[in-house]
């Protein structure tokens, strides 16, 4: 039987991950591959408390960060094609127009 | 013997997931990012969350994933190029903060006590939709909503002319 | 652990392994050979039947073609990716007979979500096409490769709705409790098969089946006529063969999962001594596999290819709908009976 502090820390590892990507890249898919990453530790986070207290509430819960995370994807990939198709980089440091 | 087992896929998942944030071209970091996902339904089953486990192989490596490796192949992305780095600073201040509130989280968690035995739970398409559809039921069909609206807006933003 | 490996149970297990993939790739190697000698026959010329009797070595002359055939890779191609397309297409089609059970005992592994796990497979090998057409480095690789995992995304969703119906009626998702429930029969003479219960989701299994291998009349994204060849088409020698054996793990395993949710899996008749008796439900189930096959081959040599954007409608705005009505219905009914 694996302690449940092992599944957290491994969460809490690949959260930070995808949070230090979501910091450091300039890359808009790699920002959102990193926001994917998040979401994956959380999932992970729910199905470990959910097993070791016995509900099925956590993997309920999985279920709907999946499906938020299937629409997040879409609408972000869509806006990236658009941003793509107008300034001909994803670099996010280009998209200053709004910068005073 | 599982204790095994967890040291293995959690080894692939943090390289698959170091390995998204390394490389230069985004088509390798989607491509490990698919084996990450392999890597956390792995860990899913040995949960005994077999069901979300292959609706996470369906969906999100199957499905998301794809969309996410065919607009990057469609733009014919190329690897980002080695400018200025202007964050360079930040890279190197930033390590050494992650690990320290990876310390933080790991010194709160390494306490938790499983004083009792885990009640059994079966993680079988039985279990989660006899509760997804009797006290979840508004989430999920507000869900479908969320969908609906989703596929309107990513339909609007990509087309080339309204 | 060690105890585990050297007792009676990892043998047995170890045998039927053996046992299960060895047989799946003889069948492989000659459904390439009945593929040939039917479109021959329909075509109403004889086919390969010079290499050994009947042409029954011909596999292996194929084979032993492919192993020496000079290996070219194309100079702009992106090498990594080149060489690991035709691994990512071949692990998931061959993963998928790990739970496929070929008889009452007959089977490496019994998952409750079996069902579930051969689409996430399945849905795994678009990553096979669509990387072997990038990595090449040219435009009709890529162009079939677009073309080919859009049509075996669409077709995925028709292929899983379709299911639902049965999984409604026999209440599990677990593929040897599929095969169980079509047990006996009705009226002393009617199987229980679930082709009477779901005609509807029968036909649009099969078509989606159909459209998700890429066979004719759905696969523009590999015809000769219009893309050299598709996803495959700088591809040669082994790595070709690894693409071609994909498509016919994959053609199997949709026949497979076409018995043992419509036609009743390895239930049959049984009848003779008692190791006839023993040997015959994977009898059953292979005739009922090549009978599917069967029809493949037949389809691909009668049939004229359809044209992408009409593939695409009929994926969509036919097969969905069809899929969420049939699902409908079949939900009143077993709701109300």
Redesign the interface.
Known sequence: MIPISWYLILGAALFLLGMLGFFLKRNIIALLLSVEIMLNAVNLTFVAFSSHNGQINGQIFVFFVLVVAAAEAAVGLALVIAMFRNRETLNVDRSNLLKW | ???LL?VLF?AV??GS??N??VQKH?LY??LS??L??TA?SA??V???????A???????????M??????????N?PA?EDGVD??RW??LL??PM?LF??FM??RT??K?E?DAP????A???Q??GA??FTD?LL?FEL?SL??L???M??????K?DL | MIEYLSSRDFLILFAKMITIFGGVMGALAYTTLLERRIMAFVQMRPGPNRVGPFGLLQPIADGLKFLFKEQTVPGTANVLLYYAAPIVSIIPALLSFSVIPFGPDLKIADINVSLLLIFAITSLGVYGIVLGGWASNSKYPLMGAMRSSAQMLSYELSLTLSVVGVLMIANTLSLTDLVKSQQGTWFGFIPKWNIILQPVAFIVYVLSGIAETNRLPFDLAESEQELVAGWHTEYSGMKFAMFFLAEYANMVTVSALATIMFLGGWNGPAFGPWWLQMALPTIWFVLKISGFLFVYMLVRATIPRIRYDQLMHFGWKVLLPLALANILVTSFFVAVL
């Open positions: 013997m599982i204790e967890f959690a998942a943090l997931a170091i998204v944030l985004v970091s989607s990012l698919i990450l996902l956390i860990l899913f040995l949960m005994q969350a077999e069901f979300l292959v609706i996470n192989v369906i969906v999100y490596a199957g499905a998301i794809v969309l996410f490796v065919f607009v990057i192949m469609l733009l992305l980002d202007r964050l930040l890279k930033g390590i992650v509130l990876l989280v790991v968690v390494w938790v499983t885990a009640p059994q739970l993680g079988t398409a279990a989660i509760s997804l979840y989430p869900t969320l969908i609206i989703a596929l807006g990513a339909v609007v933003f990509a080339k």
